[in-house]
């Protein structure tokens, strides 16, 4: 099993390095680190008194996973979730937020468990968590990871600027799918053709 180190480290390698995309809600953005958590951290690296797109650019691999260990891992309780969800739920925590808990906290409404979405783990999200856990360990893990491609959909349905996340520009599939799907078992990999079909809307 890995660690939350290990994991956060594959977190870093799979968001890259700074970017400061017009097109991305975060801003600027490195290793994965928004300018905005930045901000709310007050990381003003530079010591100018301002925590901006240079300080965003300074920020070290190393300050990136300690980051997400403590704020986006131990800080909104994901080390309370059943481990064979934590790898993924961590991973869209980084990557959306507390969308990540509601995800969640809707697929476990969907299986019958009574909870209120929140974007908080707490405990009837825990043991409503770890009794789809206990009863189906590798449903529950899939069932997120389709869950998480599915709000990457309806995202780029929603706002065009975002479909360059999902799909590229050859119309395969684009790095938000193949992140969700690195979660979940090949067998529930969406084909090139059903890819296809889901997108064919999209201008």
Do not use: C
Request: hydrophobic share 40%; no cysteine; glycine share 8%.
């Amino acid at each position: 099993m890995k660690t939350v180190s290990q994991i956060a480290e594959e977190i870093v390698a799979r968001e890259g390095g700074f970017v400061n995309d017009p097109d991305d809600p975060g801003g600027a953005t490195n290793f994965g680190v928004t300018i905005y958590t930045m901000r709310r951290l007050g990381l003003d690296l530079d010591r100018d008194g301002v925590v901006g797109v240079s300080d965003v650019a300074a920020l070290s691999r190393a300050q990136a996973v300690d980051i997400f260990i403590n704020h986006y891992f131990y800080k909104p309780q994901i080390h309370l979730l059943p481990m064979v969800l934590q790898a993924s739920v961590f991973d869209m925590q980084v990557n959306a937020g507390n969308n990540a808990v509601k995800i969640l906290q809707r697929l476990l409404r969907e299986m019958g468990y009574e909870l209120v979405v929140d974007g908080e783990i707490g405990p009837e999200t825990v043991a409503a968590a770890a009794r789809a856990a206990r009863k189906a360990p590798d449903h529950i893990a899939d069932a997120y990871g389709i869950a998480r491609r599915n709000y990457y959909f309806a995202l780029a349905d929603r706002r065009r600027a975002s479909r360059k996340y999902a799909r590229t520009r050859s119309g395969g599939k684009g790095g938000w799918i193949k992140r969700a799907e690195e979660f979940i078992a090949p067998r529930f990999h969406m084909s090139d053709a059903a890819f296809s079909e889901r997108t064919a809307s999209w201008e």
